[in-house]
């Protein structure tokens, strides 16, 4: 076997295990199967950046858009204008979106000053990044976002930037109908 072939047949087997690789961490390729009961979703307590004491409970029976996400991340930056979009499309028809992060309360007030994020942004320690595995996100990436039914049940998780027309239609189909008026 001549020098040349094998390394076009080295070279050949580094692109296919790069390609495998870039494929099993293609953005939302890597949830897991959520293991947090939606009793324990909604006792789960955090904090508004003033400090007062917050939870999901008041939203249940709402589908909720659970977004897990920091400061400090370029791409949670990026997506998060067009969930303040959807939010206030979405709100009257029984969606909540909350913002979930192990950051800085000053940080959070002011990154949604400067963003114009006027849904729940909230904040808790250690806990999050707990609760955002056992809720599916096994590599532990931001942003992390699920789309959770009236009763908790996680009916959608997604692991990277989800972009403001992907997530629309996913409200479309989670979201209660609309009554006709």
Do not use: H
């Not at 692109?15 to 690789?21: C, E, N």
């Not at 791409?75 to 499309?89: K, Q, S, W």
């Not at 028809?93 to 007030?109: L, M, N, T």
């Amino acid at each position: 076997m001549s020098a040349r072939l094998l390394f076009a047949g080295v070279a050949l087997l580094a692109v296919l295990a790069g390609t495998a690789l870039w494929l099993g961490n293609e953005p939302g390729a890597r949830t897991g199967t959520p293991e947090l009961a939606p009793a324990a979703l909604y006792a789960a307590g955090f904090r508004d950046p003033s400090g007062a004491p917050q939870s999901l409970a008041r939203f249940q029976g709402k589908v909720v858009v659970l977004n897990f996400w920091a400061t400090w991340c370029g791409p949670c930056r990026e997506e998060m204008p067009g969930f303040e979009r959807l939010n206030a499309r979405w709100a009257g028809r029984g969606v909540q979106f909350v913002g979930i992060a192990d950051d800085d309360p000053a940080k959070v007030e002011r990154f949604a000053g400067e963003l114009g994020i006027r849904y729940p942004l909230w904040v808790g320690g250690a806990e999050v990044e707990e609760m955002a595995r056992r809720l599916g996100d096994v590599d532990r990436v931001l942003p992390y976002t699920i789309v959770l039914g009236p009763q908790g049940q996680v009916l959608r998780q997604k692991v990277g930037i989800y972009t403001e027309a992907e997530l629309d239609a996913e409200l479309e189909s989670a979201a209660p109908p609309q009554s006709v008026k």
